[in-house]
């Protein structure tokens, strides 16, 4: 299937998922990547679950994050570069959701993105060969883009994988796993 086919689809199918069921399958998603040997590092990224579209709740991995005294990494989106701001969360980081509904911190310490380790990525629909699919503005392959090649990409989806995304381009950043609640994919060998 092509992208724009998995986005309509996928859409649809987190539309169909209650509430229960997203705080359900989100502590198991939590859970498991308890089990993913990505704890060693100092900053990691996350994105702050968009709940009008259904998103995994992140406050579960937050939680992991905070009890494992990590750095922890949100970011700002600004639509007309289609770019990202990241910000360390603190405990006075101010949240406010944008004009999309994206929770955003209004300000902060900026990190750079050639800091962060590990990125907690959102998406809709993935594939067997470790590519995704996102709301489709690109704003996640930029700043993929723009970390350290060996930072980990970390996908996480309710859903499992589809055997392939037919329509991938040059510009598309290749995950290293992808976590659902009930089992995970590797994509890369991880050297350590």
């Known amino acids: 299937m092509t992208k724009t086919e ?12 209650s509430s229960e069921m997203i705080e359900t399958e989100s502590l198991a998603i939590s859970n498991r990547l308890l089990q993913l040997p990505i704890w060693d590092f100092s900053f990691y990224h996350i994105f702050l679950s968009i709940t009008e579209h259904k998103e995994i709740n992140t406050d579960y991995i937050l939680n992991i994050l905070s009890g494992k005294d990590k750095n922890i990494v949100i970011s700002k989106s600004h639509f ?8 360390l969360l603190t405990d006075s980081t101010v ?3 944008n004009s999309w509904n994206i929770p955003e911190p209004v300000d902060g310490i900026d990190i750079d993105s050639q ?23 690109g704003f996640y392959d930029k700043f993929l883009s723009e ?16 055997e392939i995304i037919n329509d991938i381009s040059d510009s598309d950043v290749v995950l290293d796993y992808c976590v659902t609640p ?10 350590d």
């Open 95 to 97: 949240i406010k959701k």
């Open 147 to 162: 970390c350290r090649p060996e930072t980990l990409k970390i996908g996480l989806s309710f859903f499992e994988a589809e």
């Open 115 to 137: 800091k962060i380790d590990v990125v907690f990525v959102p998406l809709l629909a993935f594939d067997k060969r470790g590519h995704r699919v996102g709301y489709g503005k």
């Open 80 to 87: 007309k570069s289609l770019r990202m701001t990241n910000y």
């Open 182 to 191: 009930y089992q995970h994919y590797i994509f890369k060998k991880i050297i």
């Open 6 to 17: 998995l986005r309509r689809l996928y859409k649809q199918k987190r539309q169909e998922l």
